[in-house]
């Protein structure tokens, strides 16, 4: 859509629009898209960060990063010698790199770090780097474990550190229509949210290719271990670190984090859901995995219920969809469409009554209810669409530099992470105790 000129889309989408009756159509424009913008940056202002992790994800990161704006790279950290080849490929400049993170946190040309790193390296680099002076975006899910989380909000509290939790979906401009919709009463009182999502290819179920080079010469597999379990090198274990419980959450830490953070920012979520109920199974990637490939969890809310659906055998389109008494709210790709509903009667409503009472009350019904001819509105939905060339990882990142920058407090703080990781361990609780996870907000842990 980079190509497409913003006459050209709206004229094209009306087109579209007028031709189904579909409704009407709106392309979003935010109050300020800082992070395209081309402008200077004084000197004094450039935000100098290290990396701790450049896989994947972290890889991803670095190269969006650096094309922000008064945004400069100046280390980074990886326990793999090829990562660490790679950060110097991706930044283009011989900056220097580690397989130490510590080095990192002590080095004064850093003002805050971004890691991207195995769920459960998150609790210690975050603690450490607070603990340092360093702001940090640390990638979701926040925690490997619930009482991580209450650790990280200390140290983000009591070192007056910058904690942003990756999980886009909070600096989105499309989920913040959707809050806003839903703020102002357009779909009624919300009681029942869907997320879905599936995927149908070995790398979408984290089978990632193992580098040809790995091995305990070039990797520190020890220190990469950390509190994990200890055990010989395992390059898949390393490689496919999401398919084991020592080292991240499955479907629930890499899958249902984006629909909750979704779900809790549009609904204004301030605390943990109050049950889970998971169920599922592993019904193809027989690869010596420890989660499931498919799982289906229903939380409950104070005001709401929630179902979450991901399966990694079956590719579905992710949707996020808010189902009130006054019609829905339906988050596709980089669309938000409202569908209004009035909840009214369309005939009368009188079941199993004998003929004439009910010819009686019919008759008195349609003089009340019936429109007039030529007086009748038809209910339009209207779909909302993120401008062309929108990225909300851009705009996530830029919100972090923005915090460091100005202090103002982050959009995902390590309260508002720390909410969505206990839903996600709430879910696999759930399935792995087959049980109903309670989360006891009290005691700060989750009870079966």
């Not at 890889?59 to 790679?86: F, H, K, M, N, W």
């Not at 890691?115 to 998150?122: G, L």
């Not at 009482?147 to 999980?167: D, H, L, T, Y």
């Amino acid at each position: 859509m980079d190509g497409i000129s913003r006459r050209a889309f709206m004229r094209d989408t009306m087109a579209t629009a007028g031709a189904t009756l579909a409704g009407r159509a709106f392309l979003l424009e935010p109050e300020a898209l800082a992070a395209r913008s081309p402008r200077g940056v004084a000197p004094g202002d450039t935000i100098r960060f290290g990396i701790i992790g450049v896989g994947m994800q972290g890889s991803g990161l670095l190269r969006t990063a650096i094309r922000l704006p008064g945004v400069e790279c100046v280390a980074a950290c990886d326990l793999y010698d090829g990562r660490q080849q790679l950060a110097k490929e991706i930044v283009d400049k011989a900056i220097p790199t580690t397989r130490r993170y510590q080095e990192l946190l002590e080095n004064k040309d850093i003002d805050c770090l971004i890691a991207a790193v195995p769920d459960h390296w998150h609790k210690q680099i975050v603690v450490d780097a607070c603990a340092a002076g360093k702001d940090i975006y640390c990638e979701k899910p926040m925690t490997h474990h619930v009482p991580e989380g209450f650790e990280m909000i200390a140290a983000e509290k009591k070192n007056n550190r910058i904690v942003q939790i990756g999980s886009q979906r909070r600096s989105s401009i499309i989920y913040a229509k959707a809050k806003e919709l839903l703020d102002q009463g357009a779909v009624g009182n919300v009681c029942l949210v869907e997320g879905v999502m599936g995927r149908n290819d070995p790398c979408g179920a984290w089978q990632y290719t193992v580098p040809p080079d790995l091995s305990p010469e070039t990797v520190d597999w020890e220190t990469w271990l950390g509190a994990a379990p200890k055990r010989p090198f395992d390059k898949l274990r390393w490689t496919r670190w999401r398919c084991y419980q020592d080292y991240g959450e499955g479907i629930p830490g890499d899958l249902f984090v984006h629909l909750l953070t979704g779900i809790h920012y549009i609904t204004g979520i301030t605390g943990p859901p109050e049950r889970a109920r998971s169920g599922g199974g592993l019904f193809r990637w027989n690869d010596g995995r420890d989660v499931p490939d498919v799982m289906t969890t229903l939380y409950d809310y104070p005001k709401f219920c929630a179902t979450l659906r991901v399966t990694l055998n079956t590719y579905t389109p992710e949707i996020t969809r808010l189902m009130g008494d006054r019609g829905t709210l339906e988050i596709h790709g980089e669309t938000v469409t409202l569908s209004p509903q009035d909840g009214l009667d369309r005939q009368p409503c009188a079941p199993g009554w004998p003929k004439k009472i009910k010819a009686e009350y019919a008759e008195h019904w349609h003089d009340e209810h019936e429109s007039k001819p030529g007086t009748q509105t038809a209910l339009e939905s209207t779909t909302f669409y993120a401008p062309p060339g929108y990225d909300e990882d851009r705009e996530h990142l830029w919100n972090f530099f923005e915090s460091v920058r100005t202090r103002r407090p982050s959009v995902e703080d390590a309260t508002f992470g720390n909410n969505t990781a206990i839903a996600c361990h709430m879910a696999n609780y759930s399935y792995f105790h087959k049980t109903t996870a309670v989360w006891d907000a009290a005691a700060k842990m989750i009870k079966g």
